[in-house]
């Protein structure tokens, strides 16, 4: 049975850092594009970074540009979203998800996604 499940979200102060981790069991993540997405009460779901099977391509958000580097590790089956000067707009939570047929990766279309997390909360307030 496969699971994605993230990690490493928590409370932090405006300017901080946090370092998000997507493990997967039984999928292998090397057969995936990977997404992390964002909700925040009130708003709807949106994209912040995802990278395609081998790593070569990746995308970002606007608003996390310069600020977010996504990055995978197919050997320990993880993906990871480092996640510097984080501002309270940050707050959300973050979910990975997996994508099977791409050949790059999507921010826009999370319809793409054919697995999900359940996700890990980031608050970022003082």
């Known amino acids: 049975q496969w699971q994605l499940v993230e990690s490493g979200g928590g409370l932090v102060q405006p300017g901080g850092s946090l370092r998000l981790s997507c493990a997967a069991s039984?999928?292998?993540?090397?057969?995936?594009?990977i997404g992390w997405f964002r909700q925040a009460p009130g708003k709807e779901r949106e994209g912040v970074s995802c990278?395609?099977?081998?790593?070569?391509?990746?995308n970002y958000a606007d608003s996390v540009k310069g600020r977010f580097t996504i990055s995978r590790d197919n050997a320990k089956n993880t993906v990871y979203l480092f996640m510097n000067s984080l501002k309270p707009d940050d707050t959300a939570v973050y979910s990975c998800?997996?994508?099977?047929?791409?050949?790059?990766?999507?921010?826009?279309?999370?319809?793409?996604?054919?697995?999900w997390g359940q996700g890990t909360q980031v608050t970022v307030s003082s």
């Open positions: 990278i395609s099977k081998m790593g070569a391509i990746t």
């Open positions: 039984g999928l292998t993540l090397d057969g995936y594009s």
């Open positions: 998800a997996a994508d099977l047929r791409s050949t790059g990766c999507t921010i826009i279309a999370d319809s793409a996604y054919d697995y």
